[in-house]
């Protein structure tokens, strides 16, 4: 049964950083392309990172050079840096396995002064 848990999110002030994990369980972590997507209030759930077995990586542009997208094969979990937040990043950031199409339950960012 697959699994994917999202933890780290948080309340933090525009300019300010926050790192969030995607821990996965049941799945061939090392084979398995990831994505991190957020859902904003009144919104589609759009495409924040993706990141291959071979550490292909793709970024949206509205978060290229903010954002960096990693993984750690080892303790199974994919991680999402995220610098030099906006408001407009405030949303439910969700986890998900593309072979399987699993989501985790996503983790609340929330960028506000």
């Known amino acids: 049964q697959v699994q994917l848990v999202e933890s780290g999110g948080g309340l933090v002030q525009p300019g300010g950083s926050l790192r969030l994990s995607c821990e996965a369980s049941g799945i061939l972590f090392r084979l398995s392309s990831l994505g991190w997507y957020r859902q904003a209030p009144g919104k589609e759930r759009e495409l924040v990172a993706r990141i291959t077995s071979s550490d292909s990586i793709n970024y949206a542009d509205s978060v290229k050079g903010r954002f960096t997208v990693s993984r750690d094969n080892a303790k199974k979990t994919m991680y999402l840096q995220m610098n030099s937040l906006k408001p407009e990043d405030t949303a439910i950031y969700y986890c998900?396995?593309?072979?399987?199409?699993?989501w985790g339950k996503g983790t609340l960012v929330t960028v506000s002064s």
């Open positions: 998900n396995h593309e072979s399987s199409g699993s």
